[in-house]
């Protein structure tokens, strides 16, 4: 077994902040059970704020980013979670305040692994990621609130985000007519090919008007943007719907009042991907490998980097130019 891992870490140094790619000892990669030798990690918009000194994200210096990893057990001191076991890690404090998935091995605790599910190998299910993990919970809430295929439109705010492309695929995949909302023009035939039904400008969904309540529209949302755009969802959605929300790139002030909810019996269901319960995240990711997998998932992934190209990997995610997802091969197969 080795006793060091390359990394890729972020961090202050007496020359500034810095990306670099460097070699930790395997008792340095924090606390836990697992160690995983890693095969695949993939790049979340919170992966490109802790590259950066502004993202206020990162809480150890240094830090391996990487909220999701997915690769093979090597050393386990639990029982319940066997050397050999191929596995899915995300969220909790991975990539935040503990050292994350862009490392040849990452240390976890066991009750932060996933099994691999049936039908899933690590490069599919980082290809999904904790992305495709977020629009899955937002999916699975919606349907549990009562959104059933043939319903009507079913929104998606961001659609060419990580998140948002996600949704797209996974709601066409379940028969949903999905209506893609982007502010980049050039991304329709390709949403199109994801499954949209229709795609429509961001600009439609952030009208001057604020009225309290407005036409009806939708049968269901899954919002990726917040502030004003979920505040005209709230009253643009059809009576008894609900919109799943998971993103605030649009601003954390929503202007909303009492009256979809009390008027129109609407929902509004918050969206938590890195503090899941175990047995709902298993059941999320069982779903994932069977009735919500994305049709199109190697559209969705627009871009593969390896190891070394870590250090400039993060500017699309941070200057918003990014569509779909961001696989990295740590030690997977080309």
């Given at each position: 077994?080795?006793?060091?891992?390359?990394?890729?870490?972020?961090?202050?140094?007496?020359?500034?902040?810095?990306?670099?790619?460097?070699?930790?000892?395997?008792?340095?990669?924090?606390?836990?059970?697992?160690?995983?030798?890693?095969?695949?990690?993939?790049?979340?918009?919170?992966?490109?704020?802790?590259?950066?000194?502004?993202?206020?994200?990162?809480?150890?210096?240094?830090?391996?980013?990487?909220?999701?990893?997915?690769?093979?057990?090597?050393?386990?001191?639990?029982p319940s979670v066997a050397v050999g076991t191929p596995v899915i890690a995300h969220g909790y404090d991975i990539g935040v305040a503990h050292h994350g998935g862009f490392a040849e091995y990452a240390r976890v605790k066991s009750d932060w692994v996933v099994p691999m599910p049936a039908g899933l190998d690590a490069r599919q299910s980082m290809a999904v990621g904790t992305a495709g993990y977020t629009a899955a919970l937002s999916v699975d809430a919606l349907e549990r609130a009562g959104?059933?295929?043939?319903?009507?439109?079913?929104?998606?705010?961001?659609?060419?985000?990580?998140?948002?492309?996600?949704?797209?695929?996974?709601?066409?995949?379940?028969?949903?007519?999905?209506?893609?909302?982007?502010?980049?023009?050039?991304?329709?035939?390709?949403?199109?090919?994801?499954?949209?039904?229709?795609?429509?400008?961001?600009?439609?969904?952030?009208?001057?008007?604020?009225?309290?309540?407005?036409?009806?529209?939708?049968?269901?949302?899954?919002?990726?943007?917040?502030?004003?755009?979920?505040?005209?969802?709230?009253?643009?959605?059809?009576?008894?719907?609900?919109?799943?929300?998971?993103?605030?790139?649009?601003?954390?002030?929503?202007?909303?009042?009492?009256?979809?909810?009390?008027?129109?019996?609407?929902?509004?269901?918050?969206?938590?991907?890195?503090?899941?319960?175990?047995?709902?995240?298993?059941?999320?990711?069982?779903?994932?490998?069977?009735?919500?997998?994305?049709?199109?998932?190697?559209?969705?992934?627009?871009?593969?980097?390896?190891?070394?190209?870590?250090?400039?990997?993060?500017?699309?995610?941070?200057?918003?130019?990014?569509?779909?997802?961001?696989?990295?091969?740590?030690?997977?197969?080309?």
């Open positions: 077994m080795t006793s060091s891992a390359r990394a890729f870490t972020v961090g202050r140094t007496d020359a500034g902040w810095t990306r670099s790619i460097t070699t930790l000892p395997i008792d340095e990669l924090g606390d836990g059970e697992v160690l995983v030798r890693v095969a695949y990690s993939g790049i979340n918009f919170k992966d490109g704020l802790a590259s950066s000194e502004g993202g206020r994200v990162a809480r150890i210096d240094p830090l391996v980013p990487g909220v999701d990893l997915a690769g093979e057990v090597v050393e386990s001191s639990d959104l059933q295929p043939g319903a009507g439109p079913v929104v998606v705010t961001g659609a060419t985000g990580g998140v948002g492309s996600m949704a797209v695929g996974m709601l066409a995949a379940r028969g949903h007519h999905v209506v893609a909302a982007t502010g980049k023009a050039s991304a329709a035939d390709w949403l199109r090919a994801l499954g949209a039904a229709e795609v429509i400008d961001r600009s439609e969904l952030t009208p001057d008007s604020m009225k309290p309540l407005e036409r009806e529209r939708w049968a269901g949302a899954v919002d990726c943007v917040g502030g004003i755009t979920l505040g005209y969802l709230l009253r643009t959605l059809r009576y008894g719907a609900s919109v799943a929300a998971s993103g605030l790139t649009g601003g954390t002030d929503v202007p909303a009042t009492v009256l979809p909810f009390i008027l129109r019996g609407v929902n509004l269901l918050g969206i938590n991907s890195s503090a899941t319960l175990r047995e709902p995240r298993l059941a999320v990711w069982a779903r994932i490998a069977t009735d919500l997998m994305p049709q199109h998932l190697d559209r969705i992934v627009t871009r593969t980097v390896d190891f070394d190209a870590l250090p400039g990997a993060f500017q699309a995610y941070l200057d918003n130019t990014n569509a779909g997802r961001t696989l990295v091969r740590i030690g997977g197969e080309t």
